[in-house]
Nanobody
Framework: QVQLVESGGGLVQAGGSLRLSCAAS????????LGWFRQAPGKEREFVAG????????YYADSVKGRFTISRDNAKNTVYLQMNSLKPEDTGVYYC???????????????WGQGTQVTVSS
């Protein structure tokens, strides 16, 4: 069983930056594809960014491309989401997820974190 714990959320003004972290337990962390999703109030959860098991392949939703960067440190069992040039529409609860198949698109989400709130004020 893998447990994922997010941190780093908060309140930031538009144009600002935040870095989210997701720490994972489990010896097989390095074999998983990892990603971030978000859910805004009244909306469905949506994919934000994904990363292959090696970290060599990344994929981003069009809405965050060029502003967000996903990365991983397998030695620390941690995945990060650097968010720059934040916009009010980026507001939501951000969740990290792990895909046991190692795929960077996170077609399957075998494990979820509890979420961390990001609020961007205008």
């Amino acid at each position: 069983q893998v447990q994922l714990v997010e941190s780093g959320g908060g309140l930031v003004q538009a144009g600002g930056s935040l870095r989210l972290s997701c720490a994972a337990s489990g010896r097989t962390f390095s074999t998983y594809g990892l990603g971030w999703f978000r859910q805004a109030p009244g909306k469905e959860r949506e994919f934000v960014a994904g990363l292959s098991r090696s970290g060599g392949i990344t994929y981003y939703a069009d809405s965050v491309k060029g502003r967000f960067t996903i990365s991983r440190d397998n030695a620390k069992n941690t995945v990060y989401l650097q968010m720059n040039s934040l916009k009010p529409e980026d507001t939501g609860v951000y969740y990290c997820a792990a895909d046991r198949s190692g795929n960077y698109l996170l077609r399957r989400q075998d494990y979820w974190g509890q979420g961390t709130q990001v609020t961007v004020s205008s």
